[in-house]
C-alpha cells in the first residue's frame, strides 16, 4: 500500500455485486467507491498489481440484473481475519461515461 488514496470514498448503504466478466460468477462486493476506485471485499484473495475484467451491478433497473463492464486493477489486498474474508482497492481503468455517472449517482446519496 505504497501510494495512498488522493480522493475521499463514499461508504455504500447497500454494497453492490461485482461479476466477473468472462464467466458471470460473484467476484465480491462494492463496500466504498472515490471517483476514480472502489474498496472491494470477497470471498477469495486478489493478486496486487492484477487487471480485472468486472462487470458491477446496476441496480437502478429493479425488475431484472443490469451489468456495467469495467476494468480495474488491484493496488491492495489484505485478509479480514475474523470474516474469512478478503479486502482489496482497485484503481478503476479508464471508465465508460456510464459507469462515472453509476458512481456519481452513489456518491452523492
Not at 461479476?19 to 472502489?38: A, K, N, Q, W
Not at 471485499?41 to 462487470?55: F, G, I, V
Not at 469495467?70 to 474474508?85: F, H, I, K, M, N
Request: glycine residues 4%.
Amino acid at each position: 500500500m505504497d501510494d495512498q488514496r488522493k480522493e475521499n470514498r463514499t461508504h455504500l448503504v447497500y454494497y453492490l455485486r461485482v461479476f466477473e466478466r468472462s464467466s458471470r460468477t460473484l467476484f465480491g462486493h462494492v463496500v466504498d467507491i472515490s471517483p476514480s476506485g472502489m474498496l472491494i471485499t470477497s470471498d477469495k484473495p486478489m493478486s496486487a498489481t492484477s487487471r480485472y475484467h468486472l462487470a458491477l451491478e446496476d441496480i437502478s433497473a429493479l425488475d431484472h440484473l443490469a451489468t456495467l463492464d469495467l476494468e480495474a486493477e488491484c493496488r491492495w489486498c489484505q485478509e479480514d481475519s475474523p470474516a474469512g474474508l478478503y479486502d482489496a482497492g482497485f484503481r478503476l481503468l479508464a471508465p465508460s461515461p456510464k459507469i462515472n455517472s453509476l458512481l456519481s449517482a452513489y456518491r452523492q446519496g
